[in-house]
């Protein structure tokens, strides 16, 4: 890895000088534009209105213009603001962790001590972890001013960048505005849901399904051209069903209960809809039922 930033975590007067790198890295396929007629490359340049000339990206600034008046602004006006030229992330709270919404985290930054001695980072990432908080801290990066969330993962202090207030939607459904009535009965059989679904979450399991098919597809292609066959590379596909409000709530979570127990059990999971045990049973049991009524 690659450092982005160098500086220093400063609470009190302790400093603990720090190196920043990214911590996550996209493994999307890479794709570019073509023309569908030819496959011809389509590329985007950066032409001057004026001259109509394309301009090498160093010889581009940035420009405000409140539809009166432009006012252009070099890499030296940036380099100016006192913000830019501070390296300091400085703590300005410690916070509960569960107070911080999750909804507002934004990208995510490992911190490596730069010094001789990592004493002091040892010791914060320690106080860190006894006192069931995160450290909230301001600090500039490319030109912002940044908010984050300084926080424990193993042995390492994470920097996990925050969105501002204001840029978090509030949430207004009028669905929701109206009263909805949960039975008991319907919240014991969703808590048995849950219960079936519950396990150690182990990020490892899961991969990109997307990814994966269109390296699949690619694959295919380069070497059957554009004749390939996707239903025999993929196999046929059934259409996804459209979402719908679900009729019956209780005898959908029955059913679902039972699908997670079976799969549990080691039971075929795909063999479970075939039967569609949720709508057969009780059209099995109904008719007993009147014959041992009418036997009576």
């Known amino acids: 890895m690659r450092a982005i930033w160098k500086g ?16 996550t890295e ?5 794709l570019h534009q073509v023309h569908n007629k030819d496959g011809g490359r389509i590329r985007y ?12 990206f160093p010889d581009i ?10 006012v252009v602004l070099t890499k ?11 390296r300091e992330i400085d703590v300005v709270e410690f916070v509960p962790t569960e107070q911080v919404d999750p909804l507002t985290f934004d990208r995510a930054y490992y911190l490596e001590p730069d010094s001789t001695s990592p004493k002091a980072y040892v010791l914060l990432r320690k106080t860190l972890e006894q006192s069931d908080r995160i ?8 030109q912002k001013t940044r908010l984050a969330a300084l926080r424990v993962r193993g042995e390492v202090l994470v920097l996990q960048t ?23 009965k ?24 997307y990814q994966a098919e269109l390296r699949t597809l690619i694959e295919a292609k380069l070497e059957q051209g554009d004749a390939v066959d996707t239903s025999a590379t993929f196999g046929e596909q059934e259409e996804a069903a459209e979402g719908g409000e679900v009729i019956d709530l209780m005898e959908a979570l029955r059913a679902s209960v039972e699908r997670s127990r079976a799969a549990r059990e080691g039971t075929d999971a795909e063999a479970e809809p075939a039967k569609e045990p949720a709508e057969k049973k009780p059209a099995t049991k109904k008719p007993a039922a009147k014959k041992t009524a009418k036997a009576s």
């Open 76 to 86: 030296a006006d940036f380099d100016s603001l006192p913000s830019e030229k501070s």
């Open 186 to 209: 319907e919240l014991e059989m969703s808590a048995s849901l849950v219960e079936s679904f519950s396990k150690d979450f182990d990020p490892e399991e899961f991969t990109d399904d």
């Open 135 to 142: 450290a909230i801290v301001r600090f500039s990066l490319r």
């Open 45 to 56: 340049q950066r032409i001057c209105e004026i001259d109509g000339e394309v301009v090498p």
């Open 162 to 184: 925050l969105l501002w207030a204001d840029e978090v939607r509030e949430a207004a459904f009028p669905a929701l505005d109206e009263s909805v009535r949960i039975s008991a």
């Open 61 to 70: 600034d940035k420009a405000f213009d409140d539809g009166e008046q432009t």
């Open 8 to 23: 220093a975590l400063t609470f009190g007067l302790v400093n603990v000088p720090v190196k920043v790198y990214s911590a």
């Open 26 to 30: 996209d493994h999307d396929v890479s």
